[in-house]
């Protein structure tokens, strides 16, 4: 096994200005050692993890890191910058900066070492060795925790010593024991889960913070790292002793069942890492304020929902709401793939009459076509059947996690019963997540606790939720849905072409994002009870929709010196993605150059969101792209809408770079990429 990091992969005269340039600077050296296969896919790859949360930490470092498939094994390289670089940290610039690459599936002793230095990170002594030392090779063997050889001359003083935890994989779990500064009596015990998206460095950052604030509160802290390199599972006898529990995470923590009944404080990973002497602080007097409310009416803490766990504190009701009818969306989508691809193959095997057909479960000839038609028909009907509930039903789930999954479904249900549909069901979900936090705030008496999640929160949520929609908002909801309908199904003419401008600038501007998103499901809602006007939403949103990947590739086709040698390949699996409506294979393009591939993916999304209106083109298929062009009505139109927008996105992007290029009269082999 090769070593993680060698002279060859530390500057310690990092010259960048930014946190892209840093990584460029950095990959390049692991490029040349031979650890990284593309350094173009990689650097897209750390891009990417880094837009999910900043990777700066306070004192001054930077940890840009992710997995990826262009990695050949885990590395390490270390840059060291004398002006600072920022990465998002509180307290300022960085000026260690450290790059881990792990590979796609990377070996458990490498990715240890890798959460071994993670923890490192927090010990002045090692940082402040790192900024002291002259030489890349003796840099190099005290982050992979070796004593190096002293420098040259008689003046030399031995290196500052590094712990020898760095040689070996960390300890999954780590307690720490009662230090000097605690009471004679039994100290307070907390235990903790930490977990980052790719869990390699936060998650065991957030474990090394809490551990040692815990130490300096004369706390007894348990942690439980949920990272790459593998978990050990808490012991369960911990778990019953603890006083409270500290969830720092921004993946879903696994087996959370387990400390259920304890106060619990849940925040993203960052914030284990910015301030954990805080966290302690609030799971201490959250368990005093549980405690001293024992045998009272005592308010029982909520526990986060899914969409709410690793929120930013600044976000919005509007944001809120987006995340949850997003959480909704998300999970009816597969009922309505395969739903929507039954019925579409059924009325292509057996005519737009087959909706007229008997029971199979009463007539089914097994050599008919039309038997056969009608069984996909009303195996595909059953599936949509459970949209509205289901969208309803994980709403709550995503508001209220668990507990609004029951009234959440009943609500979506009665939608169904008083003819609310989709809107229906939207409403059924917010009212029973709104209903469900509010009775989770009723104090009741401790010995209730047990059955509140089973029997009391279930009953009461649905027995309000059910009476407001049948007897409140059902109807009136109804009557909206009946008129949204009719608005759709008398779609013609501008109105329609507008709508499908609309919606094709939505679906190109941010490439699977939030307005993408909004799109998608205002046109899948239709679905679920389709018209002609429903159905041409959905041709001309999932048409847009596959402009901007083709876009892209045609114009690395056609003029590929405008690209770099990465982005003419991404190119090639662009035909494939957006041939099969997966509209995020345009982000390589987007990332690498926003300014010009954008607008340019928006007005091929309009032209042929537009066209397809106007050609009346139609489809019962929620996804598929060219593959269900057989179930797509006026499909030779409808492609052309496709190939048109093409062309228009593509010979935009083109115009956009050439007009950049033109001043630097620079060959177009080597014109850079535009950041």
Known sequence: ????????????????????????????????????????????????????????????????????????????????????????????????????????????????????????????????????????????????????????????????????????????????????????????????????PTGIAHTYLAAESLEKAARAAGVELAVETQG??????????????????????????RDRERF??????????????????????????????????????????????????????????????????????????????????????????????????????????????????????????????????VLAGFIAYGMADRPGLVPGFVGGAVALTVDAGFLGGLIAGLLAGTVVRAVQRVGVPPVLRGIMPVVLIPLLSSAVVGFLMFLVVGKPVAALQKALTGWLTGLSGANAVILGVLLGLMMAFDLGGPLNKVAYAFAVGGLATPNPGSLKVMAAVMAAGMVPPLAMALATAVRGGLFTPAERENGKAAWVLGASFITEGAIPFAAADPLRVIPSAMAGGAVTGGLSMAFGCTLRAPHGGVFVVPLIGRPLLYLLAVAIGTVVGAALVVLLKRLRARPAAVPAADIPTAR
């Not at 526990?303 to 987006?322: I, V």
């Not at 009325?347 to 479960?361: E, H, L, N, Q």
């Open 228 to 253: 790459s390199a593998g978990f050990r599972r808490l012991d369960p006898r911990l778990v019953a002793a603890a006083d409270g529990v500290i969830l720092a995470h921004d993946v879903e923590v």
């Open 260 to 389: 259920a009944g304890k106060p619990v404080v849940d925040v993203g990973v960052k914030a284990g890492i910015n301030r954990p002497a805080e966290l302690i602080a609030e799971v201490r007097e959250k368990a005093a304020r549980e405690a001293a409310h024992e045998g009272a009416a005592a308010v029982p803490a909520r526990p986060a929902a899914p969409m709410d766990r690793g929120a930013d504190a600044t976000d919005g009701p509007a944001t809120r709401l987006r995340k949850w009818l997003m959480t909704g969306v998300s999970y009816m989508v597969p009922f309505v793939a395969a739903g929507g691809l039954l019925i579409a193959l059924a009325f292509a095997i057996g005519g737009y009459t087959v909706d007229k057909a008997p029971s199979v479960a009463d007539h089914f000839v097994w050599t008919e076509s039309a038997s056969w038609a009608a069984l996909l028909f009303q195996i595909g009907s059953t599936a949509f059947g459970f949209l509205v509930p």
């Open 1 to 196: 096994m090769s070593e993680l990091i060698s002279a060859d992969l530390v500057d310690l005269d990092l010259s960048a200005a930014t946190k892209d340039a840093a990584a460029r600077s950095l990959a390049e050296r692991m490029a040349a050692a031979g650890r990284v296969t593309d350094l173009e896919g990689f650097l897209a790859d750390v891009a990417a993890r880094e837009a999910q949360m900043p990777t700066g930490l306070d004192g001054g470092i930077g940890i840009p890191h992710c997995r990826s498939a262009h990695v050949t094994e885990p590395t390490l390289a270390f840059g060291r910058s004398a002006a600072g670089i920022d990465f998002g940290a509180a307290d300022g610039p960085a000026d260690l900066v450290f790059l881990i690459a792990a590979p796609a599936g990377g070996d458990a002793d490498h990715l240890s070492i890798l959460s071994s230095l993670a923890r490192q990170l927090m010990d002045e002594a090692f940082t402040g060795a790192l900024r002291s030392e002259t030489e890349p090779a003796r840099a190099a063997a005290l982050i992979r925790g070796e004593q190096p050889e002293p420098a040259p001359g008689p003046t030399a003083e031995p290196a500052p010593s590094v712990p020898s935890a760095l040689l070996a994989p960390s300890s999954p779990s780590a307690a720490s024991s009662p230090s000097a500064s605690s009471s004679p009596s039994t100290p307070f015990r907390i235990v903790a889960v930490t977990s980052c």
